[in-house]
């Protein structure tokens, strides 16, 4: 059964040949290439260290699973082995400890801790090849790689591509449930994909839980437009029975509760315990314009001013108008469809009874929407509503095919060679700010703010957060090493332990350089700049009886961490 | 539709992306060299005078301010109420950025060094004749506990341990009046705390012990025409709004002459008394209470002077 074959390549799109699934696997080959070689610059930050912590306690339910199955199914030994992080569901944290036991097995990986983060650097690859694929099936090859590209150049998602936690994973798993579900609309057989893919997204995070909802708004509108437009005489063009909302509800959570084993006993209970911890998680503190939040009411403007000042302005532009431009488009669809008899309607454009305009709007705006919610703990900075990106830069993709396609009649008159050229070079163009901003941000992705907020400087002059989960540290390293030739120990404020230990495991930092907990104890000791971490600022000044620190690690002249060396210290 | 293959919005796609980089390059290549600080350091370090202030703005450079001059902030410049007791601000300024505080008046010096600028402010002669939190060991603090008044001695040394979020003060602190060896927060000593504002305050730590005060006593103290107080609660224990208030009440001469009392909320609030107006030169005892119905989490902390003043503006 394909209903809706005309109408959904109604925008230039095409379904994907193999060839277009090899341009995929390139930019995910490529992507997941230049984040192996990047991901050393960054220190585990402090999720993932706990993600490690699980990971490992993972890794060693897998190798009882294979030596003794009967034993790894036991109660004791799946709440043994997942009671550690079982706020988050463990699909991610699998994949990171497949990493690690591979590691173990065929030292893959050049260093400890890419082992762990190379599953969420393979989900960030993945998410490039689905948008591609995605795009070309929307609006076509040229739409798809350029939206591929805009997506992978945004400078806080490369940034949290390199690291093993669930924001982009989650990315990935909603666009592929997305995806799916779209698919299904007009070809039933991606209905079952689409129930299979939601239980793995249910599993990666709870980001997922909104999926049905904004799928089955998509799905209303969709119904109500398609029998009012069989009531005026048009055929039938898509199933009004949602076949993917259906797989989803009857394979989704099977998947989701046979894959966490630590849900395979006192199920409801700890179904519960596991909503009422994301439905009332706890406030930490964010930094915006000055104001230090740390309880509701959050400011609305949250996530739209964060995204002007995080996602580079050429490609924010390019989404707008393509959003704008799909918007009027479909609203003169909506009209043709709704006002005119069938007759009429034929001699119009094709029009998109599936309403992929609805979903694609639902998928982007949903996640921004709730973290706007004066009660949505706002602590993840941009990261919370990253699975609103990828449509963004479909959005932005379709600008770019669009403008390409108009500008043509403009290079009749040029050579063939540079009308070949054209698209190429344009894309390049758009591209630039996005490519020089991310290069730019590196190490320091949460830390980088574009042009729009006046740069790193601007943003602190806005008085917007500097950084969260202590990952800047890694950048301490050269400095410790020649402050510490003989060892010694660190205050590492907001680092945790086992991101610390990574340093060593990893030889950046050697060994005899251990962390402290304990500003007085330590030799030195170092305050990542947020807003409420003056008070370690205070703690160590009146410690040390003295504010001057010995190091100020700066970011476009912006202070990262400042490091400050125990008077008492024999080092 | 054609308005995406029209001439102006392909103008305007060459045009972005272009003027974004443009933008870009200048964020970055107006950054100031540590070398700019360095040498705007060494000039200003060469001229300081007991009474000057040493600022930076935009104010988050204060880090790299403190990384060249800091051996010349101490706790008190650091984490002052109020520019009271200096007479000229230098200022390192970076991107045209001037400090909240800047005099209005132009600077009467102002040098650049590379893309850091030296400014410095005459303040005027400074007002202020005795500082409560310079000279508190000079002091004598008290607990009442049921009536029954007895002293809190003086200690020196003990390592604070740990550190982090939510800590607040670490104790023990270096000098102290020990109330009560048992709880190690009451005391009374100085601190760099952070108010509701999150800013840092060098003051007093007197933390509210219940319904009885605790008190510290100056005497011989220059009373000059007001003593201006400034009091407020560590950022954790305020912000939550959810405490009762913490009463502060100053005596001259055994006679109440005015007090405070702060609610959560009030963040680092201010309280001018009228001192001796009509005997300049006269000195006295000046006493601080703090107590709180409530005391659990009131760490009242607190920083004054007296100032001889001619008007009742803030210097």
Known sequence: MNLGGRQIFASGGRPACAHDHLVGLVLCALYITLLWHTAGDIGLSRDEGIYVDAANNYASWFELLAHDRPTALTRSASDHFFHVNHEHPPLAKMLFALGHLAQEKWQIFPTESLSYRFGGMLSAGLLLWLIYIFGTRLYGPTAGLFAALAYALLPRPFYHAHLDAFDVPITCAVTCVTYAYYRSLSDWRWAPISGVVFGLALLTKHNSWILPGIFALHFVWLAATELYARKRGHAAAVSLVPWGLYAMAVLGPPIFLGGWPWLWHDTALRLQEYAAFHMHHEYYNMEYFGVNYFWPPFPVSYPWVMTLFTVPLTTLWLALAGLGHELGQWWRQLRVLLTRASADALAQPPIDRTQTLVLLLGCCLAPMVIISLPSTPIFGGTKHWFPAYPFFALFAGRTFQLTCELAKPRLSGLSAALRCSFAPVFGALLLLPSAVETAHSHPFGLSHYTAAAGGVPGAADHGMNRQFWGFTTRSLVPFFKQAMPQGGSVYICDTIWTSWQMLSRDGFLPSNIVASFDIAEADYAIVHHEKHFIEVDEQIWTTYGSVKPVYVLRYDGVPIISVYKNPHSRR | ?315
């Open chain 2, 1 to 315: 539709m054609r308005f995406l293959g029209s001439r102006a919005w392909l103008c305007l796609l060459v045009l972005l992306p272009l003027g974004e980089l443009g933008a870009h390059a200048l964020i970055v290549s107006r950054v100031a060299p540590d070398a700019d600080f360095r040498a705007a350091a060494d000039f200003v370090r060469k001229q300081l005078h007991a009474r000057d202030l040493i600022t930076v703005a935009p104010a988050w450079a204060d880090p790299i301010l403190r990384l060249h001059l800091g051996d010349r902030i101490p706790l008190s410049m650091a984490g002052r109420s109020d520019d009271a007791r200096y007479e000229r601000m230098w200022v390192l300024s970076t991107r045209g950025a001037l400090p909240v505080d800047a005099s209005k008046r132009a600077p009467e010096l102002q040098r650049d060094f590379g893309r850091v600028r030296v400014l410095r402010y005459a303040l005027g002669k400074s007002p202020v004749l005795f500082d409560f939190t310079d000279t508190l060991l000079r002091a004598h603090a008290t607990i009442e506990e049921r009536g029954h008044v007895r002293d809190c001695p003086l200690h020196r040394g003990g390592v604070p341990h740990g550190g982090g979020l939510g800590r607040g003060v670490l104790f023990p602190l270096a000098e102290r009046f020990d109330c009560d060896p048992r709880r190690p927060w009451l005391v009374v000593g100085p601190v760099v705390t952070e108010d509701l504002e999150i800013t840092p305050r060098h003051c007093i730590w007197q933390h509210a012990a219940g319904d009885d005060p605790i008190s510290v006593t100056w005497s011989d103290v220059p009373l000059g025409s007001e003593l201006v107080f400034y009091a407020g609660l560590y950022y954790e224990h305020e912000r939550m709004r959810d405490h009762g208030p913490v009463r502060a009440d100053i005596f001259i001469d055994g006679e109440r002459r005015g007090g405070m009392v702060h609610e959560d909320g009030d963040g680092w609030k201010r309280l001018v008394i009228a001192t001796s107006p009509q005997a300049p030169g006269a000195r006295g005892e000046v006493r601080v209470e703090v107590r709180a119905h409530e005391p659990d989490r009131r760490s009242f902390c607190w920083s004054a002077t007296t100032r001889q003043t001619t008007s009742q503006g803030v210097p």
